[in-house]
């Protein structure tokens, strides 16, 4: 097995500026679970809802902050204190997007809670990426969950 070591600084998350609209179909949402949960007297999901819509609103346009990543013969490394050692990983993908310069990097884990992991990382990389990922890992073809596509269709 060759060793090789490949580092950048990607975004914790892909950033989607919302506008306004956004927010308040947000809080209309928001209202309507509210007047739900006291119709049916139910005060924990009133509760419930106030603190998601209050997190939603916060977080809604919150930047992403930078973090390190390495990824070497031995695992990945995300930041400062996550590592996932080479014998976690089964295998990667790589999911290329034409409307941004940062690609998807998908680790596939052997672990049942968590089991993708989803780096960015910026084009010019992507290439030298993949050739040293096969030495070590088979590459599979990603096919994305309901889910994700709802979530970005969402802005999320």
């Known amino acids: 097995m060759e060793k090789f070591s490949i580092s950048w600084d990607a975004p914790e998350y892909e950033h989607r500026p919302k506008q306004s609209s956004w927010f308040w ?4 949402i928001a209202i309507a679970c509210l007047a739900f949960a006291i119709w049916q007297q139910n005060w924990l999901f009133a509760l419930f809802v ?3 819509e209050t997190l939603i609103i916060i977080w809604g346009n919150r930047e992403p902050e930078e973090i390190g990543v390495t990824v070497d013969s031995t695992g990945v490394r995300i930041g400062e204190s996550k590592f996932y ?7 990667f993908s790589i999911i290329e997007h034409g409307h941004t310069s940062w690609h998807d ?9 968590i089991p993708t992991i989803r780096i ?4 010019h990389l992507v290439e030298d990426l993949r050739e040293n990922l096969r030495t070590v890992y088979p590459e599979y073809d990603h ?14």
């Open 25 to 28: 179909a947000s809080m209309l």
């Open 50 to 52: 106030v603190i998601a």
């Open 85 to 91: 050692p080479r014998s976690h990983i089964e295998a």
């Open 105 to 113: 990097l998908i680790i596939l884990l052997d672990r049942r809670y």
């Open 120 to 123: 960015h990382v910026p084009e």
């Open 143 to 156: 096919q994305e969950s309901f889910m994700e596509v709802f979530e970005r269709y969402l802005g999320f």
